[in-house]
Protein backbone atom coordinates (compact mmCIF):
# COMPACT_ATOMS: atom_id res chain seq x y z
CA UNK A 1 0.00 0.00 0.00
CA UNK A 2 0.83 3.65 -1.02
CA UNK A 3 2.71 5.77 1.70
CA UNK A 4 0.80 8.71 2.27
CA UNK A 5 2.60 12.02 1.85
CA UNK A 6 1.74 15.44 3.58
CA UNK A 7 1.29 17.81 2.47
CA UNK A 8 0.84 17.81 -1.26
CA UNK A 9 2.27 21.07 -1.97
CA UNK A 10 4.00 23.80 -0.46
CA UNK A 11 5.22 26.97 -1.56
CA UNK A 12 7.48 29.32 0.52
CA UNK A 13 10.28 31.98 0.27
CA UNK A 14 13.62 31.49 0.27
CA UNK A 15 14.98 30.92 3.41
CA UNK A 16 11.93 29.58 4.78
CA UNK A 17 11.96 26.08 6.31
CA UNK A 18 10.05 23.33 5.31
CA UNK A 19 8.85 20.12 6.51
CA UNK A 20 7.41 17.22 4.80
CA UNK A 21 5.74 14.04 6.38
CA UNK A 22 5.36 10.60 4.72
CA UNK A 23 3.18 7.61 6.83
CA UNK A 24 2.73 4.46 6.20
CA UNK A 25 0.04 1.31 7.11
CA UNK A 26 2.61 -0.96 7.20
CA UNK A 27 5.69 -1.88 9.34
CA UNK A 28 8.93 -0.13 8.07
CA UNK A 29 12.73 -1.65 7.82
CA UNK A 30 13.67 1.99 5.92
CA UNK A 31 12.10 4.64 4.61
CA UNK A 32 14.25 6.48 1.56
CA UNK A 33 13.67 10.31 0.29
CA UNK A 34 14.32 11.07 -3.40
CA UNK A 35 14.21 14.65 -5.11
CA UNK A 36 13.01 15.37 -8.68
CA UNK A 37 13.13 18.40 -10.85
CA UNK A 38 10.84 18.72 -13.76
CA UNK A 39 11.54 16.33 -16.51
CA UNK A 40 14.27 15.19 -14.71
CA UNK A 41 15.14 11.63 -12.65
CA UNK A 42 14.44 11.50 -9.03
CA UNK A 43 17.65 12.28 -7.22
CA UNK A 44 18.44 10.14 -4.00
CA UNK A 45 18.74 12.45 -1.21
CA UNK A 46 19.13 9.88 1.97
CA UNK A 47 18.36 6.60 3.67
CA UNK A 48 16.60 6.13 7.23
CA UNK A 49 17.54 2.40 8.49
CA UNK A 50 14.89 1.25 11.10
CA UNK A 51 16.84 1.51 14.59
CA UNK A 52 18.98 4.41 13.03
CA UNK A 53 19.58 8.16 13.63
CA UNK A 54 18.73 10.84 12.26
CA UNK A 55 19.91 11.57 8.67
CA UNK A 56 21.35 14.68 7.58
CA UNK A 57 22.10 16.12 3.85
CA UNK A 58 23.69 20.08 3.99
CA UNK A 59 20.79 21.40 5.66
CA UNK A 60 18.01 18.41 4.66
CA UNK A 61 17.58 16.18 7.60
CA UNK A 62 15.15 13.34 7.96
CA UNK A 63 14.05 11.77 11.32
CA UNK A 64 12.09 7.88 11.16
CA UNK A 65 9.64 7.35 13.74
CA UNK A 66 9.44 3.49 13.64
CA UNK A 67 7.01 3.45 16.24
CA UNK A 68 4.21 5.41 14.17
CA UNK A 69 5.73 3.68 10.98
CA UNK A 70 6.29 7.82 9.57
CA UNK A 71 9.08 9.53 8.54
CA UNK A 72 9.11 13.28 8.08
CA UNK A 73 11.81 15.28 5.94
CA UNK A 74 13.29 18.93 7.19
CA UNK A 75 14.24 21.64 4.83
CA UNK A 76 16.37 24.38 6.53
CA UNK A 77 16.49 28.11 5.40
CA UNK A 78 15.45 27.23 1.69
CA UNK A 79 17.16 27.34 -1.24
CA UNK A 80 15.78 28.33 -4.54
CA UNK A 81 17.53 24.80 -5.80
CA UNK A 82 15.41 23.02 -3.41
CA UNK A 83 12.45 23.15 -5.51
CA UNK A 84 11.05 20.03 -6.92
CA UNK A 85 8.50 16.99 -5.71
CA UNK A 86 10.10 14.77 -2.87
CA UNK A 87 8.79 11.72 -2.64
CA UNK A 88 9.66 9.00 -0.11
CA UNK A 89 10.09 5.44 -0.97
CA UNK A 90 8.85 2.65 2.07
CA UNK A 91 10.56 -0.62 2.43
CA UNK A 92 8.44 -2.99 4.11
CA UNK A 93 11.61 -5.63 4.34
CA UNK A 94 10.70 -7.84 0.83
CA UNK A 95 13.34 -7.74 -1.17
CA UNK A 96 14.77 -4.02 -1.87
CA UNK A 97 11.35 -2.96 -3.35
CA UNK A 98 10.55 0.56 -2.81
CA UNK A 99 6.83 1.69 -2.94
CA UNK A 100 6.71 5.22 -3.26
CA UNK A 101 4.41 8.02 -1.90
CA UNK A 102 2.62 10.45 -4.66
CA UNK A 103 5.18 13.18 -4.13
CA UNK A 104 5.04 16.53 -2.32
CA UNK A 105 5.56 19.78 -4.76
CA UNK A 106 8.13 22.32 -2.97
CA UNK A 107 8.30 25.18 -4.60
CA UNK A 108 10.90 28.28 -3.46
CA UNK A 109 10.38 31.37 -4.52
CA UNK A 110 12.93 34.59 -4.29
CA UNK B 1 26.64 10.06 -11.47
CA UNK B 2 25.99 6.39 -11.53
CA UNK B 3 26.07 4.96 -15.63
CA UNK B 4 22.61 4.33 -16.81
CA UNK B 5 20.99 5.06 -19.96
CA UNK B 6 17.68 4.27 -21.10
CA UNK B 7 15.99 3.85 -25.05
CA UNK B 8 14.61 5.06 -26.87
CA UNK B 9 14.05 8.86 -24.86
CA UNK B 10 10.64 9.24 -26.38
CA UNK B 11 8.15 7.41 -28.79
CA UNK B 12 5.16 7.08 -29.78
CA UNK B 13 3.59 3.90 -30.43
CA UNK B 14 0.10 2.66 -31.99
CA UNK B 15 -2.34 0.61 -29.63
CA UNK B 16 -1.83 -3.36 -30.34
CA UNK B 17 1.93 -2.67 -31.19
CA UNK B 18 4.38 -4.87 -28.84
CA UNK B 19 7.25 -2.06 -27.73
CA UNK B 20 10.51 -2.71 -25.87
CA UNK B 21 12.10 -0.21 -23.66
CA UNK B 22 16.13 -0.90 -22.51
CA UNK B 23 17.74 0.53 -19.80
CA UNK B 24 22.09 -0.40 -20.18
CA UNK B 25 23.61 0.05 -16.84
CA UNK B 26 27.96 0.01 -16.45
CA UNK B 27 28.08 0.11 -12.78
CA UNK B 28 27.56 -3.70 -12.49
CA UNK B 29 25.27 -3.45 -10.12
CA UNK B 30 22.91 -6.37 -9.00
CA UNK B 31 19.77 -4.58 -8.59
CA UNK B 32 17.77 -3.47 -11.69
CA UNK B 33 14.20 -2.20 -11.60
CA UNK B 34 11.53 -0.82 -14.20
CA UNK B 35 8.96 1.87 -12.56
CA UNK B 36 6.44 3.70 -14.25
CA UNK B 37 5.31 8.24 -13.33
CA UNK B 38 1.96 9.34 -14.15
CA UNK B 39 0.43 12.06 -12.47
CA UNK B 40 -1.08 11.75 -9.09
CA UNK B 41 0.59 8.13 -8.45
CA UNK B 42 4.19 8.57 -8.16
CA UNK B 43 6.25 5.88 -8.92
CA UNK B 44 4.90 2.08 -8.82
CA UNK B 45 7.55 -0.55 -9.89
CA UNK B 46 6.16 -3.02 -12.83
CA UNK B 47 9.17 -5.18 -12.33
CA UNK B 48 12.60 -6.18 -11.27
CA UNK B 49 16.05 -8.17 -11.15
CA UNK B 50 18.11 -9.65 -8.65
CA UNK B 51 20.22 -11.03 -11.39
CA UNK B 52 20.60 -12.17 -14.17
CA UNK B 53 17.78 -14.52 -15.60
CA UNK B 54 16.13 -13.77 -12.14
CA UNK B 55 13.53 -11.58 -12.33
CA UNK B 56 9.91 -10.56 -9.93
CA UNK B 57 6.97 -8.77 -10.34
CA UNK B 58 5.54 -6.08 -9.23
CA UNK B 59 2.90 -3.55 -8.08
CA UNK B 60 1.91 -3.05 -11.73
CA UNK B 61 3.39 -6.15 -13.85
CA UNK B 62 -0.24 -7.01 -16.14
CA UNK B 63 0.38 -6.41 -19.70
CA UNK B 64 4.36 -6.18 -19.12
CA UNK B 65 7.24 -8.80 -19.27
CA UNK B 66 10.87 -8.24 -18.85
CA UNK B 67 14.08 -9.61 -19.56
CA UNK B 68 17.76 -9.91 -18.56
CA UNK B 69 19.96 -12.24 -20.36
CA UNK B 70 23.45 -9.91 -18.95
CA UNK B 71 24.01 -7.77 -16.23
CA UNK B 72 23.82 -4.92 -17.59
CA UNK B 73 20.55 -4.99 -19.86
CA UNK B 74 17.26 -4.95 -18.50
CA UNK B 75 14.53 -4.77 -21.03
CA UNK B 76 11.20 -4.10 -20.56
CA UNK B 77 7.86 -5.45 -23.15
CA UNK B 78 4.80 -3.94 -22.86
CA UNK B 79 3.71 -6.74 -25.03
CA UNK B 80 0.68 -5.38 -26.52
CA UNK B 81 0.52 -1.45 -25.96
CA UNK B 82 -2.52 0.34 -24.36
CA UNK B 83 -3.16 3.56 -24.09
CA UNK B 84 -3.25 3.33 -20.39
CA UNK B 85 0.67 2.56 -20.51
CA UNK B 86 1.48 6.24 -21.94
CA UNK B 87 3.64 7.19 -19.20
CA UNK B 88 7.06 7.99 -18.16
CA UNK B 89 8.78 4.90 -17.41
CA UNK B 90 11.95 5.09 -15.18
CA UNK B 91 15.24 2.54 -14.95
CA UNK B 92 16.85 2.21 -11.89
CA UNK B 93 19.76 0.50 -9.98
CA UNK B 94 20.59 -0.56 -6.66
CA UNK B 95 23.92 -2.37 -5.00
CA UNK B 96 23.79 -3.30 -1.14
CA UNK B 97 27.47 -2.31 0.45
CA UNK B 98 28.90 -0.54 3.48
CA UNK B 99 26.59 1.97 4.31
CA UNK B 100 24.78 2.79 0.85
CA UNK B 101 22.42 -0.05 1.70
CA UNK B 102 20.88 -0.13 -1.44
CA UNK B 103 19.55 3.36 -2.19
CA UNK B 104 18.69 3.52 -6.27
CA UNK B 105 20.02 5.38 -8.90
CA UNK B 106 17.68 6.25 -11.43
CA UNK B 107 18.16 6.57 -15.76
CA UNK B 108 16.94 9.64 -17.16
CA UNK B 109 13.51 8.38 -18.25
CA UNK B 110 11.45 7.27 -21.56
CA UNK B 111 8.16 8.85 -22.30
CA UNK B 112 6.25 6.68 -24.40
CA UNK B 113 2.69 7.75 -25.52
CA UNK B 114 0.38 4.68 -27.38
CA UNK B 115 -1.87 6.70 -29.44
Known amino acids: QQPVQSPQAVILREGEDAVINCSSS?????VHWYRQKHGEAPVFLMILLKGGEQKGHDKISASFNEKKQQSSLYLTASQLSYSGTYFCGTDSGSARQLTFGSGTQLTVLP | DAGITQSPRHKVTETGTPVTLRCHQT?????MYWYRQDPGHGLRLIHY???????DKGEVSDGYSVSRSKTEDFLLTLESATSSQTSVYFCAISEEGGTTHYEQYFGPGTRLTVT
Open chain 2, 49 to 55: SYGVKDT
Open chain 2, 27 to 31: ENHRY
Open chain 1, 26 to 30: KALYS
